[in-house]
């Protein structure tokens, strides 16, 4: 191909192949380059084949096969890998040319990159890419955010390529500034730490306290899957529950209890805490990931440390999953408001300014999260752009409390059989929190003036006053000062 290309992706891995040929298939010539040259050579003449993608042994070769602007996208590892990749393609840009980092970068250095980037005449983007192999292949959701002149370039591709919805609706559309882009598919990914661990508590207590097989799981999610928990993720779970072998083995039965992470849900917590945020769903998921990594620990544990026989589950047992499918369903919202939450937060410390139905409505379809429920939250937006909680959405607020008796006996369950709920009861422990006038936080305060005169507010005085009580006698009048972290 002797002409320009459209656009140039740098990574060969499985979402960067699967992304060049989505972007071939729709059109669009494409340059590619790894730092493996071999799987360069072995991409265009295999998968690639026959379609309008060039392939590239250098960085000066792939930047000079590029229409200007230059587009270029990186799908490396987050971290020194991309500093390094951008210092290497830098001297073969030019004024206006964009940068664009399809990985799962952290949102501070998007917002650092952003800067430095800009700073020597280019654009760019920090573009959050979700649906695993098949999204790349098939239509993603794409969270784009950076110099909002690279946005308008890029568009016409992003939006091509993107996942759409049922009523042709791209799932792909401008964040805001700097890392606001890698902000939202961070917050995407934490959800989505918390979904996937809150269906493994599901399954646990079926499989466990309820004794079902996994065929009778796999038909449980299949039904679940055509109600209101219509989503990718209760229908992979069907999938794996029914798979078997052609020797009769089931797969995941066979794996080992130790979950992986690479990173992006303990970032979600971090910057909760940072904001100060009740991230405590996604928090939790985390959390849970961790003490699964303690395996041989467990395994000493558990013939050591005493808990009721979870055995011989005594009760109605589809009544226990419907109250199962509630429990779920409820704690999923509290989990979305959560993220809302910690989204509105950063964007005013930011001085972003999200669109929060928008963003429900990019990951209605393409990204892992995607569900029918999204569609939901688009509509309470909808009707309330400046909605403070999902909780407090009509609809939500509805949904909740017809699931909130189902939801209760499952904890409740749970805690008397000794099965571990830690996202769905701190679920629970979050909405019976944000719906309390009065928290105990009262002593709380009481108690840190005590022992370092840290004064607090009276319920009779105006917000901002703060007093101090010389509870001992002995203490004096000199106060410490009053900061929040």
């Given at each position: 191909?002797?002409?320009?290309?459209?656009?140039?992706?740098?990574?060969?891995?499985?979402?960067?192949?699967?992304?060049?040929?989505?972007m071939?298939?729709?059109?669009?010539?494409?340059a590619?380059?790894?730092?493996?040259?071999?799987?360069?050579?072995?991409?265009?003449?295999?998968?690639?084949?026959?379609?309008?993608?060039?392939?590239?042994?250098?960085?000066?070769?792939?930047?000079?096969?590029?229409?200007?602007?230059?587009?270029?996208?990186?799908?490396?590892?987050?971290?020194?890998?991309?500093?390094?990749?951008?210092?290497?393609l830098?001297?073969?840009?030019?004024?206006?040319?964009?940068?664009?980092?399809?990985?799962?970068?952290?949102?501070?250095d998007?917002?650092?990159?952003?800067?430095?980037?800009?700073?020597?005449?280019?654009?760019?983007?920090?573009?959050?890419?979700?649906?695993?192999?098949?999204?790349?292949?098939?239509?993603?959701?794409?969270?784009?955010?950076?110099?909002?002149?690279?946005?308008?370039?890029?568009?016409?591709?992003?939006?091509?390529?993107?996942?759409?919805?049922?009523?042709?609706?791209?799932?792909?559309?401008?964040?805001?500034?700097?890392?606001?882009?890698?902000?939202?598919?961070?917050?995407?990914?934490?959800?989505?730490y918390?979904?996937?661990?809150?269906?493994?508590?599901?399954?646990q207590?079926?499989?466990?306290?309820?004794?079902?097989?996994?065929?009778?799981?796999?038909?449980?999610?299949?039904?679940?899957?055509?109600?209101?928990?219509d989503?990718y993720?209760?229908e992979?779970?069907?999938?794996?529950?029914?798979?078997?072998?052609?020797?009769?083995?089931?797969?995941v039965?066979?794996?080992?209890?130790?979950?992986?992470?690479?990173?992006?849900?303990?970032?979600?917590?971090?910057?909760?805490?940072?904001?100060?945020q009740?991230?405590t769903?996604?928090?939790?998921?985390?959390?849970?990931r961790?003490?699964?990594?303690?395996?041989?620990?467990?395994?000493?544990?558990?013939?050591?440390?005493?808990?009721?026989?979870?055995?011989?589950?005594?009760?109605?047992?589809?009544?226990?999953?419907?109250?199962?499918?509630?429990?779920?369903?409820?704690?999923?919202?509290?989990?979305?408001?959560?993220?809302?939450?910690?989204?509105?937060?950063?964007?005013?410390?930011h001085?972003?300014?999200?669109?929060?139905?928008?963003?429900?409505?990019?990951?209605?379809?393409?990204?892992?999260?995607?569900?029918?429920?999204?569609?939901?939250?688009k509509?309470?937006?909808?009707?309330?752009?400046?909605?403070?909680?999902?909780?407090?959405?009509?609809?939500?607020?509805?949904?909740?409390?017809?699931?909130q008796?189902?939801?209760?006996r499952?904890?409740?369950?749970?805690?008397?059989?000794?099965?571990?709920?830690?996202?769905?009861?701190?679920?629970?422990?979050?909405?019976?929190?944000?719906?309390?006038?009065?928290?105990?936080a009262?002593?709380?305060?009481?108690q840190?003036?005590?022992?370092?005169?840290?004064?607090?507010?009276?319920?009779?005085?105006?917000?901002?006053?703060?007093?101090?009580?010389?509870?001992?006698?002995?203490?004096?009048?000199?106060?410490?000062?009053?900061?929040?972290v």
């Amino acid at each position: 191909m002797s002409e320009k290309v459209d656009i140039g992706l740098i990574g060969l891995a499985v979402m960067g192949e699967n992304l060049v040929l989505n972007m071939a298939n729709k059109g669009f010539s494409v340059a590619v380059f790894n730092r493996t040259v071999e799987k360069v050579d072995r991409f265009v003449e295999g998968r690639g084949a026959g379609k309008q993608i060039v392939g590239c042994h250098s960085i000066e070769a792939f930047c000079a096969q590029l229409e200007r602007p230059r587009k270029v996208m990186m799908l490396v590892k987050a971290g020194q890998a991309v500093d390094a990749l951008i210092e290497q393609l830098l001297p073969h840009l030019e004024e206006g040319d964009i940068i664009i980092d399809g990985g799962n970068s952290h949102y501070p250095d998007t917002i650092r990159r952003t800067a430095y980037v800009e700073s020597k005449g280019l654009l760019y983007l920090g573009a959050g890419v979700s649906g695993g192999e098949e999204g790349a292949l098939k239509g993603p959701s794409i969270m784009p955010g950076g110099s909002e002149a690279a946005w308008l370039l890029m568009k016409p591709i992003f939006q091509t390529i993107s996942a759409q919805t049922d009523s042709g609706e791209s799932c792909c559309d401008w964040v805001g500034r700097d890392g606001s882009g890698h902000f939202v598919k961070m917050v995407h990914n934490g959800i989505e730490y918390g979904d996937m661990q809150m269906i493994c508590e599901v399954y646990q207590m079926m499989k466990v306290g309820l004794g079902l097989s996994n065929a009778q799981m796999a038909d449980h999610f299949d039904a679940w899957n055509q109600a209101e928990l219509d989503s990718y993720l209760i229908e992979i779970t069907r999938d794996i529950l029914a798979y078997t072998t052609d020797e009769g083995e089931a797969v995941v039965d066979a794996i080992l209890d130790t979950a992986g992470q690479k990173g992006t849900g303990k970032w979600t917590a971090v910057s909760a805490l940072d904001c100060g945020q009740p991230l405590t769903l996604i928090g939790e998921a985390v959390f849970a990931r961790c003490l699964s990594a303690l395996k041989e620990e467990r395994v000493e544990a558990s013939a050591m440390l005493q808990g009721p026989d979870v055995g011989g589950f005594e009760g109605d047992v589809d009544a226990m999953v419907e109250d199962l499918k509630q429990a779920l369903y409820a704690s999923k919202i509290v989990s979305y408001a959560q993220g809302y939450q910690l989204m509105r937060a950063a964007a005013e410390e930011h001085g972003w300014s999200l669109n929060n139905g928008g963003i429900a409505l990019m990951w209605r379809g393409g990204c892992i999260i995607r569900s029918a429920f999204l569609g939901r939250i688009k509509e309470a937006f909808d009707r309330d752009p400046a909605l403070t909680n999902l909780l407090l959405d009509s609809f939500f607020q509805q949904a909740v409390e017809r699931a909130q008796a189902g939801w209760r006996r499952v904890v409740i369950k749970a805690t008397e059989l000794g099965i571990a709920m830690p996202a769905i009861s701190t679920a629970l422990t979050y909405y019976d929190g944000y719906r309390t006038a009065r928290l105990p936080a009262n002593l709380l305060q009481a108690q840190r003036d005590y022992f370092g005169a840290h004064t607090y507010e009276r319920v009779d005085a105006p917000r901002g006053t703060f007093f101090h009580t010389n509870w001992t006698g002995r203490g004096g009048d000199t106060s410490a000062g009053t900061y929040s972290v």
